[in-house]
């Protein structure tokens, strides 16, 4: 507990001279494992005291990674998401680690994780939860709170811990009832519905003799009729080709998306309207 | 009843020994040395044999017995009531399968069967129920079929040369020469079809016996009130398909442009009709109110047992609370819950339960009005609303059992469908999402579902009846439909689930919880929903107690 708190006032003692001079710019790195902690409050949301409290929150992740916060007032940007992911690759490029953003303009919060360590332990699924345990604090303006508490969260995943999810075991809950209501259902409807006799089985039970001889065709008459082949038809024994298509990729969804407007960000995310 | 040559009691008829057996001396005698007195003897000689009719005072179900012991239940309303019994003088069937499954084994093919149904009331288990099993020989006819001709069908071959086309008619020729004897379907109102379909078939060609009343002895049996010409065509359309599959393999016959069902038109035949007498163990339980009734049936010559088993809904929740801890694992695993996600899952459920519902309430409502029976339709029971009696004319086409293949093929084909359909839709999402430069959103998603779903359920239908086509069925079984007036109450709460789910979609609240509560209560009407398809269920494995509509009765009396 003591080499605890040694350790907690040698990294204020660090962060205290590595903290940045500019007025809505925080940085904070970690010596030992060179791993950054960034806030660039454009937004203005955030007072000198609250940035300080936030970049101390965010010391504890830089043990795992790089993480930055960014608020913004307009975003040029067709997304928080494209942002988000923008802003961990323009400043932290290949490294891994998170990056919070929190869009006025499109009142949104988004969590960007990048590909790596901290996407193993901070998920999509994890990062949609880690937004949605706070976005009521962002609704009520409490930026700073919102911002503490993401970055804990995600200390607390790094470290193995466990964050609430009460509305997914709740939900989960209810799903998983209705799908056992659903399988139960089907399995006493097979067993209480008399079974089907078919056709196969009545003949079987049947005396049955049959005996055919050889068949034969005789031709009855045959008629000609003039169909001239159309120049645009293109007639039953002929091929059809088309073309176009080509091979394409898709991407998107939870982890490996490729972000063009990114320039190269590898990772996923979740986020969430406030 | 029966008199022991030897000691003068009681003979019965024994199902192991295939002989009469003295219940006092154990005397056997064949019953076909059996001689009646003189009286029975003259009357047998008329087409007649003498039996003695109890009618049910509860339900007006005549059943007969060759014995003068007082009937103390009736087997079709379970009540337990002295029947009135009268001496009466009943035409001879032309044959009967004597019983081959005794009283014990029919109660073990029972028990079997129930124990596979895991939520049946404990009632349906209880040796108290088990042991009412009562053997009734139950009238059948016996349809017969013979074609012996020169089968000729015209078929048609159309080439194209050049600037012409040329259409050549031909005759096909081949002597056929078939039968099929023993086709049979019961001839009792009082027998369900479904339970008389599901116990089927017996086989007079192996165990039928000229009739003879010795055969009765120690047993029930049921008057029939259905004539032949109720089955005739089920019967008809078994055989004539089966002769007309047997044809087209013998020929090229596609080569000609025939098909299964123009063969069918071209055969020519002659059809006949036996009466008959064949065994089943039949019992009736009533359910704990006392107003409704299901039956459980075993076939008497070959063990065949089928039941209609309702479900207890107490045992039914504990298995679906059961299989819900592994499910609620895995989706933990698997699943993170946000407001979208659980919109969409309370909408594709809440359309699920409404289809199984819908399915069920049809069901019913066809039971209900006896519209799914033709020997009740036939016996007059069938009320009188000419639009659910067009559909219950239309009703039972057979499957057709040589065609297997062609419906396991559909049905790959459709699932296959389903499947690439899904891998082209989410493709073409992707292409959009690309093309437009946006993102993958709730709205694409839905939009993309929603397409999906339509789009494949045209497409696998289309191809459905393509199938149905190359089969050669005409058309499918029709549906009895229930009045939406009789499903709106059921039905409103799937609607309603759906309704919240689609709102929230629209409205987009910022707030989660609205997203929650909206699909919270989308699940618990979901789950009062499959309340009430359990319900539902048990109506279909109960019917009306019969109130004197047996025989000559009426629905209404």
Redesign the interface.
């Known amino acids: 507990m003591r080499k605890h708190r040694i350790f907690i006032l040698i990294l204020l003692a660090m962060l205290l001279f590595s903290v940045s001079a500019l007025a809505d710019t925080e940085a904070y790195t970690n010596g030992e494992t060179g791993y950054t902690a960034l806030i660039e409050d454009d937004a203005d949301l955030l007072s000198d005291e609250e940035e300080r409290e936030v970049l101390e929150t965010m010391i504890g992740m830089t043990e795992y990674g790089d993480c930055g916060l960014k608020t913004i007032s307009e975003n040029p940007k067709s997304s928080a998401k494209a942002y988000a992911e923008d802003f961990f690759y323009q400043n932290f490029q290949n490294h891994t680690g998170v990056a919070f953003l929190i869009d006025m303009e499109n009142r949104e919060l988004y969590l960007a994780v990048s590909d790596g360590a901290v996407h193993n332990a901070i998920t999509d699924a994890k990062a949609l939860t880690v937004v949605d345990n706070v976005y009521t604090m962002a609704s009520r303006g409490d930026y700073a709170g919102t911002a503490e508490k993401v970055f804990s969260q995600c200390t607390s995943l790094m470290r193995g811990e466990r964050i609430a999810q009460p509305m997914k075991f709740i939900c989960n809950a209810l799903l998983a009832l209705i799908i056992g209501l659903v399988i139960c259902f089907e399995v006493a409807n097979k067993a209480a519905t008399p079974g089907e006799t078919t056709d196969t089985e009545l003949i079987t039970a049947a005396a049955v003799t049959f005996a055919a001889g050889a068949a034969a065709a005789n031709l009855v008459n045959k008629r000609r009729t003039y169909s001239p082949i159309s120049s645009g038809s293109s007639g039953s024994g002929g091929s059809h080709h088309s073309s176009g298509g080509g091979g394409f990729h898709s991407s998107g969804g939870g982890g490996g998306f490729h972000s063009s407007g990114g320039g190269g960000f590898h990772g996923g995310g979740g986020g969430h309207k406030f | 009843m029966i008199i022991c040559p030897g000691c003068g009691a009681d003979m019965k008829f024994d199902p192991e020994k295939q002989k009469l057996v003295c219940q006092y001396c154990d005397k056997e005698l064949d019953p076909k040395d059996y001689r009646a007195p003189k009286a029975a003897e003259a009357s047998e000689q008329q087409g007649y044999y003498t039996a003695t009719i109890y009618t049910c005072p509860q339900c007006g179900a005549e059943i007969l017995s060759t014995e003068e012991t007082v009937a103390t239940f009736c087997s079709y309303c379970g009540t337990s009531v002295i029947l009135e019994g009268r001496a009466s003088e009943q035409e001879r069937p032309n044959m009967v399968i004597p019983f081959r499954i005794g009283k014990k084994d029919a109660e073990a093919s029972y028990r079997r069967l129930v124990k ?5 009331p404990n009632d349906l288990k209880a040796d108290s129920v088990i042991e009412k099993f009562r053997g009734i020989y139950m009238p059948y006819w016996v349809y017969s079929l013979e074609t012996d001709e020169e ?1 000729k069908v ?2 048609v071959t159309e080439v ?2 050049g ?22 379907f019961d001839a009792s109102s009082g027998f369900a079809d ?2 008389s ?9 192996d165990h039928a016996v000229d009739f003879d009343p010795a055969y009765l002895s120690g047993y029930y049996a049921d008057a029939g009130d259905l004539s032949p010409d109720v089955y005739r065509d089920d019967a008809k359309e ?2 004539v ?3 007309a599959a ?2 087209q393999n ?2 090229n016959y596609s080569k ?1 442009s025939v098909n299964r069902s123009d063969l069918k038109k071209a055969i020519h035949y002659n059809d006949s009709s036996k009466s008959a007498l064949f065994p089943v163990w039949f019992m009736s339980v009533r359910n704990k109110k006392g107003d409704r009734i299901s039956y459980a049936v075993v076939n008497g010559e070959t063990g065949k047992a ?6 207890d809904f107490k045992k ?1 929740l504990l ?7 592994p ?2 694992v895995l ?2 695993l698997f ?4 407001p979208f996600k ?1 919109l969409l ?1 309370s909408t594709v ?1 809440a359309l ?2 409404y289809v ?1 519902a819908d399915r069920q309430l049809n069901k019913v409502y066809a039971r209900e009005m006896f519209l799914d029976d033709k020997g009740k339709k036939a016996a007059g029971k069938v009320p009188v609303d000419k639009k659910w009696q067009e559909a219950a004319a239309q009703a039972r086409i ?5 065609k ?1 293949l062609i419906m396991v093929l559909k049905r790959m084909t459709q699932v296959g469908l389903w499947i690439v359909m899904l891998a082209v839709f989410l ?1 073409l999402a ?2 959009v ?2 093309v437009l ?4 959103s709730d709205s694409l998603a839905v939009s993309t579902i929603g397409a999906y779903i339509l789009t494949t359920v045209i497409v696998t239908r289309k191809v459905g009846n393509w199938f149905n086509k190359k089969a050669g069925i005409q058309k499918k079984e029709p549906a009895v439909k229930a009045k939406s007036s009789y499903k709106s109450k059921y039905l409103f709460k799937q609607l309603a689930a759906v309704g919240i789910a689609a709102l929230m979609l629209v409205m987009r609240p ?3 919880y609205y997203y ?1 509560i909206a ?2 209560v989308a ?1 618990l009407l ?2 009062w929903s ?1 309340y009430d ?2 319900r539902q ?1 048990n109506l ?2 109960t019917r009306k107690l019969p109130h004197l509509n047996a025989r000559g009765g009426d629905e209404n009396a």
């Not at chain 2, 086309?165 to 081949?174: F, N, P, Q, R, V």
């Not at chain 2, 379909?197 to 060609?205: L, V």
């Not at chain 2, 057979?398 to 040589?402: A, F, G, T, V």
């Open positions: 596979q149904a895991l939520f049946a089968f015209r078929g194209r040369n600037d012409y086309i040329e259409k050549s008619t031909y005759e096909i020729k081949s002597p056929v020469k078939a039968s099929f004897e023993g086709i049979s479904n339970l379909d599901a116990i089927a078939p017996f086989r007079p060609k078994v055989a398909d089966n002769i047997q044809i013998q020929f000609y089928a039941a209609e088993i309702p479900i039914y298995g679906a609370l059961l299989i819900a801890v499910v609620f989706l933990n699943l993170t819950a946000t659980m899952a459920l699920l339960s199984i057979p499957e057709k059992s040589n297997t493709m992707g292409v999402a690309s430069d946006i993102d993958v910022t707030d989660d929650y699909a919270g699940f979901i789950v499959f398809i359990i269920q279909l494995t």
